[in-house]
């Protein structure tokens, strides 16, 4: 596909402002800016237009096809919430308004806490970050403060070795040391745990269900090994999408929590943003929740600043048209809506892994919530990897699910249906995998080269990482 460097030709595009040189722009920009030529292409509309729809078309994502990206939740977006976020009166709506301007959108932010409570089993939220590991950032800050306000010197965070790669990550970065622990038949062994939480255990990370898709059948027990010690213990909202209206993390005994509200309330995500993490904890941590926070005032609404704040971690009121986004999903579903998520959601992923466990076998043989994990194992005998696999399913006109993830399972392929596709479409998902299987054995050369059916095959993937080409 030609470049619209390449698509240029003097003369095509007939508007130009004829009188730009009378302008003496060199008063108002800086010198350090100022090109004395810029080769913009020469472009006329149509040739654009076909050039950006082209271009559009070549992009796959949840509107064209499935998507089965595990630990993602990538799911459908209903479009009336992209219409409505689109109302002027959203859009171009100054973050520097006055409150009493901006009444109604401090309503909508107010009552999405208040559902995020009533959602999660928390006692105040915090809106503002930016997305799932911000969120978690957030939240170690959160936990740091509170042992620096109690006096206690506790500097270690656990985490499970199926957590996502995020939480290490979150909890190095504000300083504390973190310790692994394995899972027994991929959930967290409580004995395991027992041996590592110390007086100097903050906080246990943990995902439920985990990024096996697996429910931590132990989480109560969990919850009192950590409060014997005076840990707190921290949840990853990431796989939220398989427990609407069915269990809450605050009634499971988490005291904080992040939420990914463009993956478990539907906004479109992907490839950076944009997202929203909000931050929920229990009574005991609100007055450490990042700032402004909307409180609701006989009938108005107006910010505060809550007293011992980690201070602000975001711009104005974080990203307001996916919090606003998801304000609207969660009003359109309602509360029997949401609960009906989650049980499609599971049903969904055990029915893929029923139907493939003969050909790709899980970790456990049970019952899996809103993804599951299988592997690629058996076929390694024949040349094989799930990586081929993953390639050879774009040929069948499928996004790859995740791959090698998590790193407990040996090839693993970590699929997550969603809730919002269809059984004709999970079908003809499965059809692909066993078709699949059976080249691995018979004809494993197609699948080592494929993907046959896109524009470039194999790249050299650390390489088109490492120095991407994002200009010419």
């Given at each position: 596909?030609k ?74 977006n ?49 809106l ?6 911000h ?15 109690r ?21 190095a ?68 999408n ?80 996916v ?12 509360p ?60 069948y ?19 997550e ?56």
């Amino acid at each position: 596909m030609k470049l619209l460097k390449e698509l240029s030709k003097k003369g095509s595009n007939k508007f130009f402002i004829e009188d730009f040189n009378r302008y003496d722009i060199k008063v108002e920009l800086d010198k350090n800016l100022l090109r004395d030529e810029v080769e913009l292409p020469d472009i006329n509309e149509v040739t654009l237009i076909r050039h950006i729809i082209n271009l559009s078309h070549r992009n796959y994502g949840v509107d064209n096809g499935f998507y089965p990206l595990g630990s993602c939740t990538m799911k459908y977006n209903p479009k009336i919430s992209e219409e409505i976020a689109r109302r002027e009166e959203f859009l171009y709506m100054h973050p520097l308004l006055p409150e009493d301007m901006v009444q109604g959108n401090l309503k909508i932010l107010w009552e999405l806490s208040e559902y995020l409570k009533e959602i999660t089993g928390m006692d105040a939220f915090s809106l503002q970050p930016a997305a799932g590991a911000h969120g978690e950032y957030t939240g170690m800050r959160i936990i740091w403060e509170y042992f620096k306000d109690r006096g206690e010197e506790r500097s270690e965070v656990i985490v499970p070795d199926s957590a996502h790669g995020t939480n290490p990550a979150s909890s190095a970065m504000v300083g504390f040391k973190v310790i692994e622990i394995p899972s027994k038949n991929g959930i967290v062994d409580p004995e395991e745990l027992r041996k590592v939480v110390t007086d100097k255990t903050a906080a246990f990370m943990l995902t439920n269900p985990n990024t096996l898709g697996l429910f931590e059948r132990d989480i109560l027990k969990i919850s009192k090994i950590l409060k014997e010690k005076g840990a707190l213990l921290y949840y990853d909202g990431a796989n939220l999408n398989a427990l609407l209206g069915i269990v809450r993390p605050g009634d499971m005994g988490f005291d904080i929590v992040h939420l990914n509200l463009h993956k478990t309330f539907s906004t479109p995500h992907g490839g950076g943003g944009p997202g929203a993490g909000p931050v929920g904890v229990k009574d005991f941590l609100k007055d450490y929740l990042p700032y402004p926070i909307v409180e609701k005032e006989d009938e108005r609404f107006t910010f505060k600043k809550p007293e011992k704040s980690i201070g602000r971690v975001r711009s104005f009121y974080g990203n307001f048209t996916v919090l606003l986004k998801a304000y609207i999903y969660i009003r359109l579903m309602g509360p029997e809506g949401l609960r009906k998520v989650s049980e499609t959601a599971v049903l969904n992923a055990n029915y893929i892994k029923e139907k493939l466990k003969e050909y790709y076998p899980p970790l456990v043989d049970t019952v899996y919530k809103h993804e599951c994990v299988l592997s690629g194992k058996p076929y390694k005998k024949y040349g094989v990897k799930t990586f081929d696999i993953a390639k050879r399913l774009m040929d069948y006109g499928f996004h790859p699910p995740t791959v090698y993830f998590p790193h407990i399972v040996e090839e693993a392929l970590m699929i997550e249906p969603t809730e919002t596709e269809t059984k004709e479409t999970i079908d003809e998902f499965i059809d692909a995998m066993i078709k699949i299987s059976k080249e691995a054995k018979e004809n494993p050369k197609i699948l080592k080269e494929s993907p046959h059916t896109t524009e470039i095959s194999r790249p050299d993937e650390v390489k088109a990482v490492k120095e991407m080409k994002l200009k010419w």
